[in-house]
């Protein structure tokens, strides 16, 4: 396997990584949302955990098709991502850590796509910039709440 392919590799374990923290923390704040926003958040963050569940099983899987394992377990997974953030303390509070959240991957995946599209991976370049364009919308649509 050439430096090349494994820095892609790499990269997209990264992504899962990321993809998994953000999926945790995200459904953790559908369970626990409160306030006069309830319905509507606790909506929001349902199609958002989904959408990133259904992420992870792509990613993994482009991994696998790379040559690669993907990280099986939860601190295999979370070694890929960043810190997670403290508990948050109201609904506007869960918003704008998700937005932080979706802001760091949307980054890790402008870095990606530039890691794949160097390694010949139109594929895995086409995937993540499919995700990237999701995390865009879901990040305008949750600043656009905060104001």
Not at 80 to 91: M, N, Q, R, W
Not at 130 to 139: A, F, V
Request: proline fraction near 1%.
């Amino acid at each position: 396997m050439t430096t090349t392919t494994q820095d892609n590799i790499e990269a997209l374990n990264t992504v899962l990584g990321q993809t998994f923290r953000l999926y945790v923390q995200t459904h953790g704040y559908h369970w626990n949302v409160e306030g006069p926003n309830f319905r509507q958040l606790h909506e929001v963050f349902e199609a958002q955990y989904q959408n990133l569940w259904g992420a992870l099983d792509e990613i993994a899987e482009r991994i696998r098709i790379l040559g690669a394992y993907a990280p099986g377990t939860v601190a295999g997974l979370m070694a890929k991502a960043s810190a997670e953030d403290d508990l948050a303390k109201s609904a506007d509070d869960m918003v704008a850590k998700l937005v932080a959240g979706h802001e760091a991957l949307a980054a890790t995946l402008r870095n990606t796509i530039a890691t794949a599209s160097d390694a010949g991976d139109e594929v895995s370049a086409g995937l993540l910039t499919d995700r990237l364009e999701w995390h865009e919308k879901e990040l305008w649509m949750m600043k656009a709440s905060l104001r």
